[in-house]
């Protein structure tokens, strides 16, 4: 079955030290993997996916197979970062997301 | 609009009662999702729609929940008998294209906090 761990519930750190958010799956095939983002009080959006190897805001995912991992990092966090982080993974056939819980990123001034 | 919006933003009702959540997608996107996000969890997946039609209904929980699309934009999500336990946020989400054509990125709405008394 498809899952989607993100262990850390709270990530508090202070503005300007590094951040990663981890993020391990358990999928059969080989699926898309995904990091959304939603800051306070607005909608759920795309930060960024795994085919797309960009740098979105200064952050960064590697799709480790190996480790079925699909952590989220950052080398300087922001105020502005901070929010509830998604990971998530969709099968190939692209119908449907399956989330992880979220962890909430808090960036201490 | 400039993105998918949902209607109510909230709802209220009592045990037993009948509610219907609107989804008003991006003008032109095909594909229409419906989510629901509990407290302190990431969304659930529930319904798929290709067009009018529903490709993959998997992730409804059990018959009290339907949901309709049937001009192609505009979709709806009724909940029968509603539950204490249905009481979350529900999601829609809409992209250009779903499948294994499509990989484009799906825009959510703000939600509707559904709580059920």
């Known amino acids: 079955a498809q899952r989607v761990t993100q262990p850390e519930k709270l990530l508090s750190v202070f503005k300007g030290a590094p951040v990663e958010l981890k993020c391990n799956y358990s999928?059969?095939?080989?699926?898309?993997l995904f990091w959304y983002v939603q800051y306070s009080r607005q909608r759920l959006q795309l930060l960024l996916r795994?085919?797309s190897r960009e740098s979105i805001k200064g952050f960064t995912a590697d799709l480790n197979k190996g480790e079925t991992s699909f952590h989220l990092k950052k080398p300087f966090a922001q105020e502005e970062d901070s929010a509830m982080y998604y990971c998530?993974?969709?099968?190939?056939?692209?119908?449907?997301?399956?989330f992880g819980s979220g962890t909430k990123l808090n960036v201490k001034p | 609009g400039a993105g998918v919006s949902q209607t109510p933003s909230n709802k209220v009702t009592e045990k037993g009662k009948y509610v219907e959540l609107r989804c008003d997608p991006i003008?032109?996107?095909?594909?229409l999702y419906w989510y629901r996000q509990s407290l302190g969890q990431g969304p659930e997946f529930l319904i798929y729609?290709?067009?009018?039609?529903?490709?993959?209904d998997s992730g409804l929980p059990n018959d009290r929940f339907f949901a309709v699309r049937p001009e192609g934009s505009v979709s709806t999500l009724k909940i029968q008998r509603t539950e204490r336990g249905d009481s979350a946020v529900y999601l829609c989400?809409?992209?250009?294209?779903?499948?294994?054509?499509?990989?484009?990125?799906?825009?959510f709405g703000q939600g509707t906090r559904l709580t059920v008394v």
């Open positions: 999928y059969s095939g080989s699926p898309e």
């Open positions: 795994h085919i």
């Open positions: 989400a809409s992209s250009l294209t779903g499948g294994v054509q499509g990989r484009t990125e799906a825009f």
């Open positions: 003008s032109g996107h095909t594909a």
């Open positions: 729609f290709q067009g009018t039609g529903a490709a993959d």
């Open positions: 998530a993974l969709s099968p190939i056939n692209f119908n449907k997301f399956y």
